[in-house]
Structure formats: C-alpha cells, structure tokens
C-alpha cells in the first residue's frame, strides 16, 4: 500500500506576497466553521464553479458523472456490492449550507483487480438521480494530460489537520511520470498508464487527505474536463513530492464499462452491459489459462460488434494465441502469435457474437505457445 492515501478533504496553499510559494503548511490550523483562517492563502470556490462537485460522507470527494452515479476513488470504499452507508453532498460550496442536496448511495462498484496500486477508482449508485446538475466531462484520451490542472477539495488546511466546511480550489501543473518516479520512495513504483502527478517542483499547492476521490481537471476551451482522481501522496505539499492522481484516460474504457454497468445503458444491437475481470491470471512457459467472466442480466443475444478489451503483460506477444470462448463452447480467435518480440497486448477486439446468448460464463483462454518468456493476464472486459 502506498503511503498517505488522501481519504480527508483539504487544499494546503501558501503565498508570500501573493504569489504561491514553497515550504510552509499552516502551522496551527483553526477550527473548520472560521473560512477566513482555515487554509492559508487559499481561494474559495464560487457556487456553480465546480457543480459536478460532490462530498461523500465517508470523507472523501467525488464527481457526478451520470444523474445517479459519483466517480470517486477505489480506497474511499470498501469494496463490491449493495451499500446504503454513504450520502452524497452536493450542489453547494458550503457544506452547512441548508440548500445542499443529500443523496444515500444503493451500490458500490469499486474498481476490478484493485490492489492498492493503481486502478485507483469507484463509481457509487446514488438512490435517486440528481438533475438539473451539470456532468463532469471525463477525459477519454491523453490528448490533456499535461499543462496546467485544477483541484479543489473540502479538508485540512495542513497535513493531519482538520477539514473544512467550504470548498477551496487552487492550480497544479503537470509532472512527468519519469520526474514524479525520481521522487523516490513510493513514487518510484509509479504505475505510469494509470497514475499521473502534479505539483509544484518547491512545494506549497497540493491536495491532501479527505481530498482522494476528488477530480483534478483541465479548462479547454472553457469546458473542464476531469483528467484525475486524487489519491496518494508523501505527505502533502512537501517540495519534491507531488501529487499523485488515478489517470482518467487510462482507465477511461473501464470506467465507461462500470458506468454502463451501473445504469443498464444499452446501445442498439445487443445487450450493451460490460463485465470485467481484474484478478491476475499468470501465464508460465508452454501453458494454457483461463478467466471468466460471467455475463447476466440481458435477454436475447449478444451484439454484433461487441468488444473484448484485453490487457496482458507478457514479454514477447509472438508466443501467445488468445481466444474468446462463449458459453456454449464456441471459439473466437483474437491474436495469434503476431507481434514478434513485442511486449504486453492492450488491444480492444471487435467480434460479432449475434450468434451467442449473452448471458453465461464466458472465457479468455491464453495458450503461451513457447519457452522463455512470461507474464499474467491482468484485466480484461466483455461487452456483449
């Protein structure tokens, strides 16, 4: 587990003649209903600024993504399945505020395959929906993973300290991952296509704990678009160590998948419901694994263009055959021994199942067909 997941909301800001500076965190923090002293040099955030906001009780943030589903962090929650313990705030900057609207949550979907490092993401079914409250817009490429990003969070004004009743925001800029790794430490471990940093290089700006589940973001074109979650860090606002925040692009097709999972969206010509599988499966030498997933909760076939989004780390793809087995048996052939001395399969495969009943137990047979190289299956979903 990596050091000081940010599960208690807050912002540490500092300024010295009214420019952001290194160095310092608030020495003494004052209580949380005093706006004026709790975060140093902080700036409050407008009502309306960040209306995808959403405060979860637990002590961490979120976004609204869909009008009944918040986007937050996997290590805010427990775990897989029926929970009605967490209540969604949103709707206002000030939490004492008596216009905010409060929802429980039904269902927690926490991210397959997460272990701590990395897949750092959650998505939480709210009761009811909320309407009339503006969407985040999440990043489903790279293409804005980089510049200037927002952050904003209700919490302590120092490390350890106390949260805090009003929103606060402040800016970060990109790091790169081959920077953030020179950190040291935990960041060195950095799982590069699921985590991306932010920070000062001098330290000053940073989210903390009670933030995590948070969205850190990016203005194009006047529209902000959520290209982070927070979620760990050495300490807060320390110089040299940045934030570290789950990568929205990188995992963007998963969360897609969950969300269509949660909501029962179903595009034309098939079921439309994702299920994924995230335990690791390790492939040895001239050997032949399986995953399953099992499908549920459709009628009818499966579509004509569902898709097979494959991750698997195994040095020298050449060796590999891969193949989707539909729960009657049949057989569909996704890559066979192509790609030469190439390392790791992450490709989304397009295969007409129209044939198949979606629901069942359906497999990803990998035969390695070789000796001398391995690795593991590490996540993959069927979208039928």
Not at 343 to 366: H, R
Request: proline share 4%; net charge negative.
């Amino acid at each position: 587990m990596k050091l000081a997941l940010r599960t208690a909301a807050r912002l540490v800001l500092v300024a010295l003649a009214g420019v952001l500076v290194a160095g310092a965190v608030a020495a003494a923090p004052a209580q949380a209903s005093d706006p004026g002293t709790n975060v140093v040099g902080g700036t409050r955030a407008a009502l309306g600024e960040f209306p995808w906001m959403v405060r979860l009780s637990m002590g961490c943030g979120g976004s609204l993504v869909h009008p009944q589903v918040v986007l937050t962090a996997a290590h805010c929650v427990s775990g897989t399945g029926n929970n009605t313990s967490i209540t969604a705030t949103l709707g206002v900057v000030d939490l004492q505020d008596s216009t905010a609207i409060k929802v429980n949550s039904t269902y927690v979907l926490q991210a397959p395959g997460y272990n701590g490092t990395g897949k750092d993401w959650a998505l939480i079914k709210l009761a009811s929906p909320v309407n009339n409250v503006p969407l985040a817009t999440l990043a489903t490429d790279g293409s804005n993973d980089n510049g200037t990003f927002n952050i904003m969070g209700w919490g302590a004004a120092s490390e350890g300290g106390a949260q805090q009743r009003y929103l606060l925001k402040a800016q970060v800029p990109f790091i790169s991952d081959a920077t953030c790794k020179a950190a040291g430490g935990s960041y060195s471990g950095l799982v590069d296509a699921e985590e991306i940093c932010a920070g000062l290089t001098q330290g000053g700006v940073d989210t903390c704990q009670g933030d995590s589940g948070g969205p850190m973001t990016k203005t194009v074109n006047g529209t902000q678009i959520q290209v982070g979650i927070v979620s760990w860090g050495e300490g807060c606002a320390r110089p040299g160590k940045p934030g570290v925040y789950s990568q929205v692009s990188g995992m963007y097709t998963n969360i897609k998948a969950g969300l269509d999972q949660l909501t029962g969206t179903v595009p034309p010509g098939g079921c439309g419901k994702s299920f994924t599988n995230g335990t690791d499966v390790n492939i040895p030498d001239n050997t032949t694994v399986t995953s399953t997933v099992t499908a549920s909760g459709c009628s009818g076939a499966a579509s004509g263009s569902s898709k097979v989004e494959v991750h698997i780390v195994h040095t020298y793809i050449g060796d590999l055959i891969v193949t989707l087995i539909a729960p009657d048996g049949s057989r569909y052939v996704l890559h066979n021994r192509a790609g030469g001395s190439a390392d790791n399969i992450n490709q989304t495969y397009t295969v007409n199942l129209s044939s198949e009943t979606a629901n069942g137990a359906w497999k990803l047979e990998v035969a390695d067909k070789a000796s001398a190289d391995t690795g593991k299956i590490d996540t993959w979903t069927l979208t039928v």
